[in-house]
């Protein structure tokens, strides 16, 4: 794998989380209801900007494709709602970033157990 292929498979934090909520939601992930997931789950809710550069970034790294809602109450604010899916490629870099994630973690447990009290 070339360089240039390896910093296009490896995911930023924000970018992992993403394709996990898209993942999370299904057939339901549409813009609005990843930004949900992230602040229920992640405790983060992005801007829309921030979330639609997102998509667009993961999306030219073919990890996630999209559809626009076909029905006409799809539309938020003017725009038409879009429906997002991880793609194969996308589930096979979250793959590899959970597996090499699993590895830095490995032997880790008792470091970085919390304290008691």
């Known amino acids: 794998m070339s360089r240039q292929d390896r910093l296009r498979s490896n995911l930023g934090e924000f970018e992992q989380i993403l394709l996990l909520a898209v993942a999370r939601l299904g057939p ?8 949900r997931e992230l602040d229920r789950q992640a405790g983060r809710a992005p801007s829309r900007g921030a979330l639609y550069r997102t998509f667009d970034r ?5 990890f996630l494709s999209w559809t626009l809602e076909p029905d006409a109450d799809g539309y938020r604010d003017g ?3 879009r429906r997002f899916e991880v793609t194969d490629a996308g589930l096979r870099s979250l793959r590899q970033s959970r597996g090499v994630l699993l590895n830095l973690w490995d032997g880790l447990e008792e470091l970085l157990q919390e304290p008691s009290r």
């Open 58 to 62: 993961l999306e030219a790294k073919g």
């Open 79 to 81: 725009h038409p709602l």
């Open 28 to 35: 339901r992930a549409s813009g609005p209801a990843v930004r």
